[in-house]
Every structure is written in structure tokens, then in C-alpha cells.
């Protein structure tokens, strides 16, 4: 079974860096565009950054200069480096990419989300 497993979260003080995985596991491929959003409580789930196959990168204005997207092809895995981070970065993480996995023979390409990973800071 094909699922996006992220992992990095935690509390950090304001100021402090803390660095998020996701990682594709099952009959994967390949991870494709792929992206970090975050949701915090009584908000919209919001894109934080973005990074194609190719390895363009989009960041969001509020953490551009202090969050870095970065990924691992090899590995299946995309990270998101967070520093300097203020309590308004406090939220749930979510992962989400396009997979190209194989089922029974067969290969597809489906939208994936991770279940989360919460991210408080402390002011």
C-alpha cells in the first residue's frame, strides 16, 4: 500500500529550526511535484512551499528565506528545512505529491496526502 509518512515535528522554541521528512513507502516509483501545506486551528490548509520533479522550487511569502524544500529522488523523500521559526508557524505539516507506484502489474499516478505531522513554536 502506497503511503506519504512524514515525521520531524515536535515543540521548538521561537528562533529554533526543526527539519520535516516525507517519505513515500510501498511499490513506489517515483514522487513526482510535490509539497509541504499547513493548517493551523480555525484556519485553511495553506501551501508553505513546493518542489518539482526537476527541483523548482515555491515558497509562500511568509516563510520565504527561512523555510528550504529539498528532495531526495533516490530516496523517495522530500524535507522541509524550517528556521527561524515564530509562533505563527505553529500548525499541523501535511505532505502531499503525486506518486507513480505499480499495483498488480499495472503503473498509475495518483495524488497523495501524509497524515500530518504538528509543529508548535513557543514564544
Known amino acids: 500500500q502506497v503511503q506519504l509518512v512524514e515525521s520531524g515535528g515536535g515543540l521548538v522554541q521561537a528562533g529554533g529550526s526543526l527539519r520535516l521528512s516525507c517519505a513515500a513507502s510501498?511499490?513506489?516509483?517515483?514522487?513526482?511535484?510535490m509539497g509541504w501545506y499547513r493548517q493551523a486551528p480555525g484556519k485553511q490548509r495553506e501551501l508553505v512551499a513546493s518542489?518539482?520533479?526537476?527541483?523548482?522550487?515555491v515558497y509562500s511569502d511568509s516563510v520565504k528565506g527561512r523555510f528550504t524544500i529539498s528532495r531526495d529522488n533516490a530516496r523517495k523523500t522530500v524535507y522541509l528545512q524550517m528556521n527561524t521559526l515564530k509562533p505563527e508557524d505553529t500548525a499541523v505539516y501535511y505532505c502531499?505529491?503525486?506518486?507513480?507506484?505499480?499495483?498488480?502489474?499495472?503503473?498509475?499516478?495518483?495524488?497523495?496526502w501524509g497524515q500530518g505531522t504538528q509543529v508548535t513554536v513557543s514564544s
Open positions: 518542489i518539482s520533479r526537476g527541483g523548482r522550487t
Open positions: 502531499n505529491g503525486g506518486i507513480t507506484y505499480n499495483s498488480g502489474g499495472n503503473v498509475y499516478t495518483k495524488e497523495y
Open positions: 510501498g511499490s513506489v516509483f517515483s514522487i513526482n511535484d
